[in-house]
């Protein structure tokens, strides 16, 4: 049995200021990260440097050793569930990381789940699903009409029969609210895709990390 991702959707699920998660199949823990490592969009190309294994908490209190300000770098935790690798960030990855896509080359597939929790604009929580370069669906997991669109996008058969999963569980559904929403789709979400995301050793456990540094 595992956890699913539903977890996410509580306040500080991860970390002060939302979760990024990047989940894959067909990628080593290493593999992953070298591959979002290629996807900073910082003006220097960037790698993964091992730093050991770290708790969140032993993560931030290294990155405030080594640039000041955690939120001055980022960083990842890397773990394996089942089929699943995946890689959490913490420091200053909001709008930080480039499209997710060509880290789904030959043939993996990438799933993304973000939430920057303490933007005041406010940003949606975000799920994106891609396979081979290509965006399978895609949408804000409140399911409103925010930022610009509402519905799935994405290949057109993946993205409706999620959007018909999310519209019998009556979603949109504001007079819920957005956290029982959020969490409703991220259900469905995780459900559709089979993910599966642990998350005693995400909260409480140590895990191999990264920092990604400038090469």
Not at 14 to 24: M, S
Not at 36 to 49: Q, R
């Amino acid at each position: 049995m595992t956890d699913g991702t539903t977890w996410l959707a509580a306040p500080q699920s991860i970390a002060f200021g939302g979760y990024h998660v990047v989940l894959a199949r067909g990628l080593s823990p290493e593999e992953l990260a070298d591959r979002l490592a290629a996807t900073v969009l910082y003006d220097a190309e960037h790698i993964a440097v091992a730093v050991g294994e770290h708790t969140g908490d032993s993560l931030l209190e290294l990155m405030d050793d080594t640039y000041g300000d955690p939120f001055d770098g980022i960083g990842l935790r890397l773990g394996r569930a089942g089929d699943w690798t995946y890689a959490v960030a913490y420091g200053g990855w909001p709008g930080e990381f480039g499209p997710l896509a060509p880290v789904s080359r030959d043939g993996a597939h990438i799933c993304l789940l973000e939430y920057e929790e303490e933007n005041g604009k406010p940003v949606p929580p975000q799920f994106e699903y891609f396979h081979d370069g290509r965006l399978l669906s895609g949408c804000n997991l409140h399911l409103d009409a925010s930022w610009g669109y509402q519905g799935v996008d994405g290949d057109p058969a993946t993205a409706a029969r999620l959007e018909e999963l999310l519209t019998a569980a009556g979603l949109p559904a504001p007079e819920r609210g957005e956290r029982e929403v959020h969490r409703i789709a991220l259900g469905i979400v995780g459900e559709f895709f089979d993910l599966s995301l642990p998350k005693e050793p995400i909260v409480n456990g140590t895990l191999p990390t990264v920092l990604l540094e400038p090469a």
